[in-house]
């Protein structure tokens, strides 16, 4: 099925940097998430997005909708070392109240040094 | 308030067992989804649930897999006869009609 790309696939900071990554797709959406996951445990959804060009924070988390609704992007600042994770974003191309598939990203790693 | 709930944790069965994976989603949603992941692939769909019906299965890899919905509370993945390549963690996730799937903690499943 089709994926959604995401950039950089892994990276590694020192706390307190400041780490960006961006989520990329050939189809439009409506709707733009981006979880957390932890090892051994499920993805937590961290932010929702409705509107191109939303900026939507949450706590150190930014992210941003794409103007061209084809792209999403979250910032992280002053890292922590609880920051360690998988962060994937998710593209729904439903709007309103029903359910509609999730399309899921590759995933970035990221990993934090002291 | 209890999040999706999913048993076993882990499971680990030899080559041709059948294997039941089960999920209970949080109280009052309505839409239930069947993930699996690996590293090969990452995350992918395999059947999503809405008001107990089977709305999309065209991520169910084959007729191995099988999927049921009894009432609003309880779900089951089924493989039947399992094959090493089924190695996975299995997620089941739910939501409650609108854009967020709360994920539960995963079933890790092992096949020799």
């Known amino acids: 099925g089709q994926q959604l790309n995401q950039s950089p696939q892994s990276m590694f900071i020192q706390e307190g940097e400041d780490v960006s990554m961006n989520c990329t797709s050939s189809?439009?959406?409506?709707?733009w998430l981006w979880y957390k996951q932890d090892p051994g445990e499920g993805p937590v959804l961290l932010i929702a997005?409705?509107?191109?060009?939303e900026l939507t924070s949450n706590g150190r988390l930014t992210a941003q909708f794409g103007i061209t609704r084809k792209d999403s992007f979250l910032n992280i600042s002053a890292s922590i070392p609880s920051d360690v994770g998988i962060y994937f974003c998710a593209g729904q191309p439903g709007v309103g109240g029903t359910a509609s598939k999730l399309t899921f990203g590759t995933g970035t790693r990221l990993q934090v040094t002291l | 308030d209890a999040g999706v709930i999913q048993s076993p944790r882990h499971e680990v069965t030899e080559m041709g067992q059948e294997v039941t994976l089960r999920c209970k989603p949080i109280?009052?949603?309505?839409?239930l989804f069947w993930y699996r992941q690996t590293m090969m692939r990452g995350l992918e769909l395999l059947i999503y649930f809405n008001n107990n019906v089977p709305i999309d299965d065209s991520g169910m890899p084959e007729d191995r897999f099988s999927a049921k919905m009894p009432n609003a509370s309880f779900s089951t993945l089924k493989i039947q006869p399992s094959e090493p390549r089924d190695s996975a963690v299995y997620f089941c996730?739910?939501?409650?009609?609108?854009?967020?799937?709360?994920f539960g903690p995963g079933t890790r499943l092992t096949v020799l």
């Open positions: 109280s009052g949603h309505n839409s």
């Open positions: 996730a739910s939501s409650a009609g609108t854009r967020f799937e709360y």
């Open positions: 189809s439009i959406f409506n709707t």
């Open positions: 997005l409705y509107k191109a060009g």
